[in-house]
């Protein structure tokens, strides 16, 4: 299939890999509007991503993501789409990123990946030890973001960096 000209950009990654941030710059450099997936989904239930894994679980949580996920691609305004980390691990999530954006993921090394989440406590897959946690899910998530179109090595990058970087290699895709 020949490479398309989309209008969105979704950013896949483990968690602690800048997506947020760097969707944000990203938004304000291309004037699209940025939306994060994790905070639309906490819109549109009313409730925070830790209570809906505590009364409906990880397979809840998934359901109203992939639910949340198609109607943002399926809008037709141009958009930088920051993800959940764990949005790609259904094959369908996956189809519908690419038949829909360019997709890019960022990579980070475990330690800076621990060092960004370690104090946070609203993402109920890391509670308990931080670290464990996060070495364990990099494992079972070894390549799950391998299917995106771009990939950035963030490690040691700034965010401006990182940016700088995905429109490099966006112009070269498209
Ligand atoms: C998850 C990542 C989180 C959030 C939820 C599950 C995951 O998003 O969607 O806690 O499975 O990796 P961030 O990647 O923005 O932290």
């Known amino acids: 299939m020949g490479r398309q000209r989309f209008n969105k950009l979704v ?7 800048g997506k947020s941030t760097v969707s944000r710059l990203l938004s304000e450099q291309l004037g699209w509007k940025r939306i994060d997936g994790d905070e639309e989904i906490e819109r549109l239930e009313g409730r925070t991503i830790s209570d809906i894994f505590a009364a ?10 992939t639910k949340v996920l198609e109607a943002l691609l399926k809008d037709e305004a141009p ?4 993800t959940g980390g764990g949005a790609v691990l259904s094959e369908y999530n996956r189809e519908l990123m690419l ?3 360019c997709v890019v993921a960022l990579k980070a090394n475990p330690e800076q990946i621990i060092a960004r989440v370690k104090s946070d ?3 109920p897959l890391l509670q308990g030890n931080a670290a464990e946690r996060v070495h364990l899910l990099l494992e ?3 390549n799950a973001y391998d299917f995106a179109n771009l990939t950035v090595d963030t490690t040691g990058m700034t965010a401006d960096e990182v940016v700088a970087a995905i429109l490099l290699e966006w112009s070269a895709f498209r």
């Open 56 to 65: 409906d679980g990880e397979a809840g949580f998934r359901a109203i993501e």
């Open 99 to 101: 038949n829909h954006a």
């Open 121 to 123: 406590t609203s993402r």
């Open 11 to 17: 950013l896949i990654g483990f968690m602690g890999t």
């Open 79 to 82: 958009a930088i789409i920051a």
């Open 140 to 142: 079972q998530r070894k």
